[in-house]
């Protein structure tokens, strides 16, 4: 799949996952939300969650290869901001494994949001490979490895959901 980030530079440049996976060019920036091309958007305000259906391509001629992420700090992190043409999707329960949000849930950096996005839409060994260009990255599929297997195994957004609800339950 192909991984596009509207990048907005807030973020402290050594530790921005986004600037490392385009150095690697396994994504690629944008400056701007004009340049920015649709897809499945993952937005963490929007009303359906990311499920394995969602790789199917729709009749709405959005592009379902590909998977755009908004690089921002999460304090900055507004509805607004995501103003992305394509189809948004919101990522269930996972936790992050980066050394800035170890073990906090929903707080992912970029490469975890898209590594976790593929892994829901079968993508693992994608996932796998952009992980691998940071020394932590075997850790979010550690931490993640269950959920990530049995919402990958869903059907759809509604069956994402209550898996999702079991690991809030425990929480």
Not at 29 to 41: C, D, E, F, I, N
Not at 116 to 122: H, K
């Amino acid at each position: 799949m192909e991984l596009h980030v509207r990048y907005e530079g807030d973020d402290d440049p050594e530790k921005c996952s986004a600037r490392k996976l385009a150095r690697f060019d396994l994504a690629e920036l944008h400056r701007a939300t004009r340049s920015t091309p649709p897809g499945v958007v993952l937005n963490p305000f929007a009303d359906r969650a990311l499920s394995p259906a969602d790789r199917a391509t729709a009749g709405d001629g959005a592009r379902h290869d590909r998977l755009v992420a908004l690089d921002c700090s999460w304090e900055t992190a507004e509805r607004e901001a995501f103003d992305l043409e394509g189809v948004h999707r919101s990522l269930p329960f996972l936790v992050a494994g980066n050394p800035v949000n170890y073990g906090t849930p929903f707080q992912l950096n970029t490469v975890e949001a898209f590594a976790g996005a593929l892994c829901i839409l079968g993508e693992r060994d994608q996932a796998e490979r952009i992980l691998s260009k940071f020394s932590w990255g075997h850790t979010f599929l550690e931490l993640n490895e269950e959920p990530l297997a049995r919402y990958a195994d869903c059907t759809d957004s509604s069956d994402v959901v209550a898996v999702q609800d079991d690991y809030l339950v425990e929480e």
